[in-house]
Structure formats: C-alpha cells, structure tokens
C-alpha cells in the first residue's frame, strides 16, 4: 500500500518539479538584503575579537577607533599566563564545565523527547494537564524560585554535587515544548500506525522512526541546551571550588580591574568558539526530513 | 458491583436521587479513563523519568513560591502569613510597581511582536537559499545570541564618556558639540533598550522557525502550485505557516516569555535602577526584593502577578495564530 503510495507521488514529482515564482531580480534583491542585514548583525562578534586584539593603550583611546592599530595576542598570552597560575588547575575547570554541558545536554535531550513523544502522538487521561503545566510553567520567573530550589536540592541531598546543575537540566521545560511541537509536525499518524502493523514495540518506534524523522529538532534543542548550560558561572548550590565551573573561574579573573579589560574581551572570544562549534556542526546537519514523503494527509 | 446503593442506604434519607446519579456518574467516568490509562502504561512509562525531575525542580518549587505570596518571608525567619496583605501592596502603595508595570507591558507590546515577525521572516527569507550559504548565513545571524550579553558593547557605543562610539563619531561630525548622556536621560533610555532588544530577536524562535520551515516537505508546495498559488506571499499565507503551526505556537510562548521578562538588558545597560525608574520592569522590581532587599513573600506576589498577565496573553496569541491560512 505505502509502496505505492509512494510511487504515486515519486510520479507526481517527475511532472511539476516547480515552484511558485522565483525572479532573478527578487533573488537580486533579496541577496542585497541579506548581505546588509548580516553585516549589521555581525558588528558585536567583530567588536568582541577587536576588543582582545587592541593592546592596552588603545582601548582608552579617545576618540575611540573600532578596528585594532596594533593587533596584538598579548591579551590571550596574559590570560593563558593567569590560567596556568591558578589555584585550582584551569583544566579542571574546563573538564567540570564539559561534563556538566555534555551530560546535561545528552540527558535533557533524551528524557524530554521520551516525554514528548507519548504527549504528542497519544492521547490518554492526563496527558493534556501535563503538557499544559509544562506549557504555562515555561512562563513563571526564575528569580524567586532560588530559595525554594535550595530547599528541594539540600532534601534530594544534592548541594555541592555536579547533579545540581545537571538533573534539573534534563528536566528542563524548553526542550519538551520544543520537542512535542516538532513530533506534531513532523510525524504523521500513518507512519506509526503502519509500524504498529509490522509489529514494533513503542521504544522501536521512538527510537528508529521518530527520533531520526525529527533531528533538526534535537539538533536546534542541543544549540539551546549547550549554550545555556556552557555559560553556567557560579551558583548557589555548589561551594567547593574545585567543582566550580569555566565561566565562574574567568570571570574572576575578569574582575581583575580596568588593566583586565582587554583579556576580559579575551575570554569572551575564547568562551564562544565551543557554543559556535556545536552551532555550526548542528546547523549543517538540519536538512529537510524526507523520509516522511507521502505518509501525510 | 460494590458500586450499587445498598438498600440501608436508601432507608436514611442519604443524597438526592439526582445528585446519586451524578455520583454514579462520576464513578464511571473514572472507571472508563482507568481502564483507557491502564491501557497507556506504556506511554506514562515513557513520560516518567522527565515527569518526575519536572516535578521536582519546577513545579514543587513554584507552588512553594506561589504559597509564599501569602506570608511574609525574609529567608531567616520562618514565613509568617498574612493573607492578601501582599498583594494590596503591590496595587494599592507601590507606585514603583504600577511604573514597571507599565514600562513591561509596553516593552512586551513593542518588542514581543516585532521580534516574533523578524525572526519569522528572516528564517522565511533563508530558507530557500543554497544549503552550505545557508548554513553561514544562519551562523552570522545568530551571533548576537551566541555572543550572549551584548548589552556590554551597547553599553560602550552608547557611553557618555570618553570610551562612546556614538558621541565620538557626532562629536567629530560637528552635529553635537557636547556628549549626549544617553543611558542616564530617560527620553533615551527607552528607545535604546528596544533597539538592543530587537538587535537580539534572532534567537530561540529564530531557530525553532529554521528548524520548522526544513520540516515541511516540498510536495506541499508543488501541490500549492497547482492549486493555483501564484506568488511567494500566498504561498506564505497558504501553505507554509499553516504546516508550521507548531513552531508558530512555540515561538509566540518563547516571544511572551521573552518580552515580558526583560530585565537583564535594562540591567546592563543602565545599570540595577535606570534613572527615574524609565526602564524600570517588573522582573526587576521582583529582583530588587528577592535578591536585595530580601522581602521573598512579596517577591513571589510580584512573581504570581507576573504570571497570570504571561498566561492570559498566551492564550489570547494562541488564538490569534489558529486563524493563521483562514
């Protein structure tokens, strides 16, 4: 059936293999526009590398130039130099910070599309409350949750422990949202009903069906998951200072005054290049989803 | 069959045979869901692990917070209650919070939908691009939020001291002859936080679109065509948002989350307290007795308060984005 259903629409292809009108001066225009656009948009990221790279005399200068006169790595050097003269070894910052981002990250994005996927394809009593609570609880404020988290993490016994950072990240509440939106989209209901027909369990489903049709969500949700809990500085749950984490470590040095300006514009570049990567790596794997060509209505 | 009213039950004079009815009712109701959930087992086991830490870490704490609204709290002592006293507070003596109140709604009114449509139409407009200029374009363009708290170079460009861009540039241009103190005049202020605001719309949604419009499949619009659609916009209104309505839904939640909570952009720019309160939000009203002057109880009052404006207007958007292809 799904065969031909498929062949039905392979044919259908071959005939129009158009699309609505595309002008040369539109794409014209639109690629102007865009060029623009990016430009402006790049001006932070290009400040940021020029701020490291001015030497210290230029960044009081007055009037203030944008562009470096003497570029210089002396920013990197000293703050390289600082790293290695630290109490704790830098690279055990490093290595918390890498752990908590990569075990967060691969956590929360496994539980919640587990989650989600039940949430968007079924329905079953509770299951609307749930996603609803998860819903509206995205919009309350974190600011005065502090004292009443402390109070859950001290019972749950998880102060000063790497864990109290990275469980509540698997249950964080974006990453469901986004995921169940996503299986709504991109599923169709046939597709796991005729999988149902060749015998497969619901973990084969999830596993092998659903979770590569919907990879530009995961992969969006890793940027998101990565970014967030890569910047994670101090927080009140852990004291011990060898479980502290990167962000924590430079910013004290940061702190170092004015004459730290220029490597504080350092460490914003360095802090970056890991997020950026996970960005790039995951923006060229998001391509269309074909696989669920002919199975939607 | 325990169900069935026993005969001395119906000798006293127990519930009105109505009010049985819409016992019994009830009772089948439940029996049904009970028998359909039983049937689910597998799904709730799926939605288990995630369910419970949610439990934990956000729900157990909020309605912690939202108890606490109640008393008054100030992290050493045990919170006392007081009933409604707080919230009295806030509308009736607060003055400093119907001026954040004012200044949020009005900042989530601008930049709530201007950022949702930017991030809209420019994924929109990148979409059809060639796959590897794609992936560079989206790259650069979501640089603002990679770069995370751009508010420190605004704060530099726009600085009334020697280090600002801005006044460098007018001064030696001869159109000022004196620096503007732009982040310490409230006619400034304003405007500057929506523009760096809107400077960092392309973000959570910005992506969420992307990852949206690479979701639908081209039959769609091949089948558009033949329907008759004959330019880009139709095929917008027609085709393409309508198949992204999820993401559409999830973009307006992160949109209202996002306008309505702006805080850290004021902050940064201005400093804790802009001058005469002119950017001063909510959330920072609600920092400001969290986290300085330790009054949790009313913290949470301003939180609670926050809350209920971010669900009604998500529900009003809601409604707004199912019209969307009508």
């Not at chain 1, 990197?76 to 752990?99: A, C, G, K, Q, V």
């Not at chain 2, 819409?22 to 009772?27: E, G, P, S, Y």
């Not at chain 2, 002592?77 to 806030?90: A, S, V, W």
């Amino acid at each position: 059936m799904i065969g031909m259903k498929i062949m039905g629409i392979k044919k259908k292809r071959k005939i129009m293999k158009r699309r609505v009108s595309r002008s040369v001066r539109g794409d014209i225009a639109l690629y102007l526009f865009l060029l623009v656009f990016v430009a402006v948009m790049m001006l932070p990221l290009i400040f940021a590398v020029n701020m490291s790279l001015k030497p210290l005399n230029e960044l009081w200068l007055f009037p203030p130039r944008f562009f470096a006169v003497n570029p210089t790595l002396k920013n990197y050097y000293d703050l390289f130099r600082l790293m290695t003269d630290s109490w704790i070894p830098m690279s055990r910052y490093i290595f918390n910070t890498f752990f908590i981002t990569i075990a967060g990250t691969a956590g929360h994005i496994i539980l919640a599309s587990m989650a989600a996927y039940p949430l968007s394809k079924y329905k079953f009593p509770g299951s609307n409350m749930i996603f609803r609570l998860i819903r509206s609880s995205l919009m309350f404020s974190g600011a005065v949750l502090a004292v009443p988290n402390y109070l859950v993490m001290s019972t749950l016994g998880l102060i000063d422990s790497y864990l109290s950072i990275i469980i509540p990240a698997f249950g964080s509440t974006l990453g469901l949202f986004l995921m169940k939106q996503f299986m709504d989209q991109m599923i169709p209901d046939e597709l796991l009903k005729s999988a149902d027909i060749d015998g497969a369990t619901e973990w084969d489903k999830f596993w092998k069906i659903v979770m590569p049709i919907v990879k530009p969500a995961w992969l969006t949700l890793m940027i998101f998951s990565v970014q967030n809990l890569w910047n994670t500085g101090a927080t009140p749950y852990i004291y011990t200072e060898s479980k502290k984490t990167l962000p924590y470590a430079l910013s004290q040095i940061s702190l170092g005054g004015l004459s730290r300006a220029g490597i504080g514009a350092a460490i914003s570049v360095i802090m970056i290049l890991f997020p950026l990567m996970v960005f790039i790596i995951s923006q060229s794997n998001i391509i269309e989803t074909m696989a669920t060509s002919g199975m939607k209505d | 069959m325990f169900n069935q009213p026993t005969v001395s039950n119906k000798a006293f004079a127990g519930p009105a045979a109505g009010e049985r009815n819409i016992m019994r009712r009830i009772k089948a109701d439940l029996a049904c869901k009970w028998r359909i959930a039983k049937k689910h087992k597998m799904q709730y086991l799926f939605i288990m692990p995630y369910l419970v830490i949610f439990v934990a870490f956000t729900v157990v704490p909020v309605v912690m917070s939202m108890c606490l609204s109640f008393t008054y709290f100030n992290i050493l002592e045990f919170p006392r209650f007081i009933g409604l006293q707080n919230y009295f507070r806030l509308f009736v003596d607060d003055r400093i919070f119907i001026k954040s109140l004012a200044n949020t709604i009005m900042f989530a009114v601008v930049t709530g939908p201007v950022s949702y449509m930017i991030a809209l139409f420019m994924a929109w407009l990148i979409n059809d691009i060639p796959r590897t200029l794609r992936v560079i374009v989206t790259v650069l363009l979501y640089a603002p939020s990679l770069a995370g708290g751009m508010t420190n170079i605004f704060r530099i460009f726009f600085s009334s001291d020697a280090t600002g861009y801005l006044n460098a540039i007018l001064l030696k241009w001869g159109i000022i002859n004196e620096p503007i103190k732009y982040l310490e005049n409230p006619d400034y202020i304003v405007p500057i936080v929506i523009f760096v605001i809107l400077w960092g719309s392309l973000g959570t949604q910005f992506l969420s679109f992307i990852a949206g419009l690479q979701g639908i499949d081209r039959q769609y619009y091949e089948a558009g065509a033949v329907d008759g659609i004959t330019n880009r916009w139709q095929e917008l209104w027609y085709v393409t948002l309508p198949l992204m309505k999820p993401q559409l839904l999830f973009g307006a939640v992160i949109s209202i989350t996002g306008s309505f909570n702006i805080g850290s952009v004021v902050t940064g720019l201005t400093g804790t307290i802009s001058a005469d309160y002119s950017a001063h939000t909510v959330v920072l009203h609600l920092q400001d007795y969290g986290t300085t002057k330790f009054e949790m109880g009313y913290a949470s009052a301003i939180a609670t308060v926050l809350f209920i404006i971010m669900i009604s207007s998500n529900m009003a958007v809601r409604k707004l984005i199912n019209k969307v292809g009508e």
